[in-house]
């Protein structure tokens, strides 16, 4: 999942500093404003990407999403990018988990029985 879900996030990443130079553009907010919302965002993609393995990452995660289908607001192209960012968050999660679990499967399988090797002699 972590592999899947960090993709994610750095594409994100680029996505909100691009949002961010149009909203510079695009609205009445100072530079500052305008920087101090998008590059906090900025900030939360990367660190949750190392933030994957621990608990209530995926809420973050969640909450940045809806973060960003707000910032259409500002922006409103980002109705679109964050909705559909939303929908890879939620495919990154939901297929993430998937493959965890099949991998494990796996795992158990070969330290089951008889999966040692013989000893030579």
Same mark, same amino acid.
């Given at each position: 999942?972590? $592999?899947?879900?960090?993709?994610?996030?750095?594409?994100?990443?680029?996505?909100?500093?691009?949002?961010? @130079? =149009?909203?510079?553009?695009?609205?009445? @907010?100072?530079?500052?404003?305008?920087?101090?919302?998008?590059? $906090?965002?900025?900030?939360?993609?990367?660190? *949750?990407?190392?933030? @994957?393995?621990?608990?209530?990452? =995926?809420?973050?995660?969640?909450? *940045?999403?809806?973060?960003?289908?707000?910032?259409?607001?500002?922006?409103?192209?980002?109705?679109?990018?964050?909705?559909?960012?939303? +929908?890879?968050?939620?495919?990154?999660?939901?297929? +993430?988990?998937?493959?965890?679990?099949?991998?494990? #499967?796996?795992?158990? #399988?070969?330290?089951?029985?008889?999966?040692? #090797?013989? #000893?030579?002699?």
């Amino acid at each position: 999942m972590r $592999t899947l879900c960090a993709s994610t996030l750095i594409g994100e990443f680029f996505i909100i500093g691009f949002a961010g @130079l =149009v909203a510079m553009q695009l609205s009445e @907010l100072s530079a500052g404003a305008v920087w101090a919302v998008f590059g $906090t965002a900025m900030v939360l993609s990367v660190l *949750l990407c190392g933030m @994957l393995s621990r608990p209530g990452a =995926v809420q973050l995660g969640w909450a *940045l999403q809806i973060g960003l289908i707000l910032s259409g607001f500002v922006v409103p192209l980002m109705f679109f990018l964050g909705a559909c960012f939303a +929908g890879l968050w939620w495919a990154s999660v939901h297929f +993430g988990r998937k493959v965890d679990e099949i991998k494990a #499967a796996r795992a158990a #399988a070969d330290e089951g029985p008889g999966s040692a #090797a013989p #000893a030579a002699g």
